[in-house]
């Protein structure tokens, strides 16, 4: 333990040393500040986390208002023609040194993660109320990635206050996005894969429908393919059945506090057999006076036959069906807290993370799952974030996660950046 904590604090030295020699003033800030002229601090608080402001101008289209005047474009002299002076690009750079309390075979204890990810991103008006956002992962965990988010969004259609997303999106998006989150925790009841089915609530293909009816509702629906972001087929078809899941939340402001449900209804066919996948649960955001906020999600989930004819033996008795009903609980605790402040310099995080199945049929995909059996029934984590602004795209974090179920300690210390 002490070889460890002589590590930790070495690394963590390293990093803000390393650091140090960072210019006083940047010198280029991410794509929307840089068009509009303004600080990275009016939407994001810190980097990359959305405050109210930010939301509502990604609610817009990018945009300070629907239908705004354009600005930083090139005179064309065609009404019909909107082109931007310069590509709006940006860059997100993510870095960290890794430490493990418990080693298994063919892990490192001290793991130098550097760069984690480096994203590429893009995103802006191409006509009045048409907006588009994606980008390209150049590097994610040593290897290019490609497109995650790739999305076009028209924004109050004929005035209707409704507006359409048709894309590439994450299905939890509009409870909480998990792009944005402080963590290199993950928020985990969103990855939860279950047996053989293709379907979880991160990234898919579709259509999302955005209507605020009045101040303080929201409504959302989402048409997906439940499949994913897997490649097109033989046939040139991204959807490997005839079925398409549909995903419903909806949202009230009561108050400072807002509450939320959230569904999800789905089916997958493969060969003879086919599972149904339904999903359901609250959310609710909740301020804690002036100097932070409290997220909270949990959700169920059933599948109907989620091995799909292979059910392994230590799930499903040979001498009884090849199916199994399973049923799986999640639920997620955030706090992040400002003690300075919303615009201060530092932030304190927390997160609490717990997966629980009646079966071993849980695949999380977080890395570290490695050890036998591949599926298991049973995740849960507590997570410690201290995050400082040193400029205001610039961003040192220090973590440390404990999981419950393994008996061991993730420590991390890092940097997140983007211009």
Known sequence: ??????????????????????????????AFARKYRVSCSMCHQPVPR??????N?????????VGEPARDTIATGDPLLRLPNSLPLAVRFEAYQRILSDRKPGEATLDQQTPWIIKLLSGGQVADKISYYMYFLATERGEVAGLE??????????????????????VSDPAFKRE?????EDYQLYRVKVGNVNADLTYDRGMMAVWSPRDGTDITAELVTGDGLNKANDARQYDTDNNKNFALRLSQDVGPFRVGLFGYSGKQTTGAFSSTMRVFGPDASLPLGSFGQLNVQALRRWDSNPFLGDC???VCAASVSLERRTKV???????????????????????????DAD??????????????PAKVSKYSTGTFGLHYVLRRNVRLTGEGTWDFERDRARLLAGLNLAF
């Open 1 to 30: 333990m002490h070889r460890l904590l002589t590590r930790v604090a070495l690394t963590s030295a390293a990093v803000v040393l390393a650091l140090s020699v960072v210019p006083n003033t940047a010198s280029a800030i991410p």
């Open 50 to 55: 959305l405050n109210t402001f930010g939301e």
């Open 57 to 65: 101008f990604a609610a817009n289209g990018f945009e300070m208002a």
């Open 149 to 170: 988010d790739a999305y076009v969004q028209f924004t109050d259609i004929k005035g209707s206050g409704v507006s359409v997303i048709a894309g590439q999106f994450q």
């Open 180 to 184: 944005l989150r402080l963590f290199y």
């Open 312 to 314: 392994p033996a230590d």
């Open 329 to 355: 609980d999640a639920a997620m605790a955030e706090v992040i807290l400002w003690p300075q402040g919303p615009a201060g310099r530092w932030y304190v995080s927390g997160l609490l993370n717990h997966v």
């Open 359 to 372: 079966v071993p049929v849980l695949s999380l995909r977080i890395g570290e799952q490695g050890d036998s």
